[in-house]
């Protein structure tokens, strides 16, 4: 009975693993086109045919994917009915995570017409759908790495002593490059502006949970690259949650400075205004920010 028990709890707590590294890829791949009003205007006016064709189109395309990568720990071709049920959850993952940053966003709202917000999401889900499937593909998953390899990598670091400053400023290094290559993407358009107008500041402490969830899962428990050697980092703030923390800071520094080069803020205007646009900036910054770290 403790023997099944015990099975049980592997393969849920295994299904939880899958999930979480799936939904990140889909944050790392997806978030750009999330903040993009195009994409709104376009799943808002869609067509009941159009949003099946999306469907259709996503569907065939993490299917062939999902026959060599996927969001789950095995990394050789699948057997297609395996394939078949990781596409169908490979697209819920994205409809699921694409909803929920709308709803973050504002773009959709309990004011929101029924066929406007499925238009939304479906076609905010196809790039996010894409990210899950493609989830193994982008750093690799640490989750199969060598227990005895591990040890004795970790006895290494700790002969070597490295020194915690240097590894401190490859982290800040890392993450102000990775926030800014997404944050100069967004920084200059007119989305910011526009969402700032409709959060309030309910929203945007939802944003900052969301951030820093989204980065401590991206990086301490999606399982790319090489997560235990990044858990054992010796610095100044390389425990966790105040690396998370830390690198959120150093994100949101970098996407304001970003909305002051595009001239997006300026200098006369009030405090409020630059919080509110450095927050909405700061998701991601800070998925960005999440990938730079990964990187190193």
């Not at 959120?248 to 002051?260: D, I, Q």
């Given at each position: 009975?403790?023997?099944?028990?015990?099975?049980?709890?592997?393969?849920?707590?295994?299904?939880?693993?899958?999930?979480?590294?799936?939904?990140?890829?889909?944050?790392?791949?997806?978030?750009?086109?999330?903040?993009?009003?195009?994409?709104?205007?376009?799943?808002?006016?869609?067509?009941?045919?159009?949003?099946?064709?999306?469907?259709?189109?996503?569907?065939?395309?993490?299917?062939?994917?999902?026959?060599?990568?996927?969001?789950?720990?095995?990394?050789?071709?699948?057997?297609?009915?395996?394939?078949?049920?990781?596409?169908?959850?490979?697209?819920?993952?994205?409809?699921?995570?694409?909803?929920?940053?709308?709803?973050?966003?504002?773009?959709?709202?309990?004011?929101?017409?029924?066929?406007?917000a499925v238009g939304k999401i479906i076609f905010e889900s196809v790039p996010f759908s894409?990210?899950?499937?493609?989830?193994?593909?982008?750093?690799?998953?640490?989750?199969?790495?060598?227990?005895?390899?591990?040890?004795?990598?970790?006895?290494?670091?700790?002969?070597?002593?490295?020194?915690?400053?240097?590894?401190?400023?490859?982290?800040?290094?890392?993450?102000?490059?990775?926030?800014?290559?997404?944050?100069?993407?967004?920084?200059?358009?007119?989305?910011?502006?526009?969402?700032?107008?409709?959060?309030?500041?309910?929203?945007?402490?939802?944003?900052?949970?969301?951030?820093?969830?989204?980065?401590y899962g991206i990086v301490f428990e999606a399982g790319f690259s090489d997560q235990q050697?990044?858990?054992?980092?010796?610095?100044?703030?390389?425990?966790p949650l105040s690396e998370t923390i830390m690198s959120y800071l150093v994100s949101l520094?970098?996407?304001?400075?970003?909305?002051?080069?595009?001239?997006?803020?300026?200098?006369?205007?009030?405090?409020?205004?630059?919080?509110?646009?450095?927050?909405?900036?700061?998701?991601?910054?800070?998925?960005?920010?999440?990938?730079?770290?990964?990187?190193?």
């Amino acid at each position: 009975m403790n023997v099944a028990i015990k099975g049980n709890k592997n393969i849920w707590t295994s299904e939880f693993n899958n999930i979480i590294r799936g939904a990140c890829g889909g944050f790392l791949f997806g978030i750009p086109l999330l903040y993009t009003m195009e994409v709104w205007w376009i799943g808002s006016v869609a067509k009941p045919q159009m949003m099946m064709v999306a469907i259709a189109l996503t569907f065939i395309v993490v299917f062939l994917l999902n026959q060599t990568e996927g969001f789950r720990k095995r990394r050789h071709a699948t057997l297609a009915y395996d394939a078949v049920f990781d596409t169908v959850e490979a697209i819920a993952i994205g409809i699921v995570c694409s909803a929920f940053v709308l709803l973050l966003l504002r773009e959709l709202t309990s004011e929101t017409a029924l066929k406007e917000a499925v238009g939304k999401i479906i076609f905010e889900s196809v790039p996010f759908s894409l990210g899950v499937a493609l989830a193994n593909h982008f750093l690799g998953d640490s989750r199969n790495a060598n227990t005895q390899q591990n040890s004795e990598t970790n006895k290494a670091h700790k002969q070597k002593n490295p020194d915690e400053l240097q590894a401190t400023l490859a982290d800040i290094g890392a993450t102000l490059i990775g926030a800014t290559v997404i944050a100069f993407n967004i920084a200059p358009t007119d989305e910011i502006p526009m969402l700032a107008a409709a959060v309030s500041p309910f929203w945007l402490l939802s944003i900052i949970a969301a951030s820093l969830l989204i980065s401590y899962g991206i990086v301490f428990e999606a399982g790319f690259s090489d997560q235990q050697k990044r858990r054992q980092q010796q610095g100044i703030f390389q425990s966790p949650l105040s690396e998370t923390i830390m690198s959120y800071l150093v994100s949101l520094v970098a996407g304001t400075f970003m909305l002051w080069f595009f001239q997006q803020l300026t200098f006369s205007d009030p405090w409020t205004m630059w919080l509110d646009h450095a927050l909405l900036l700061g998701l991601p910054a800070t998925i960005g920010g999440a990938a730079g770290r990964l990187a190193i």
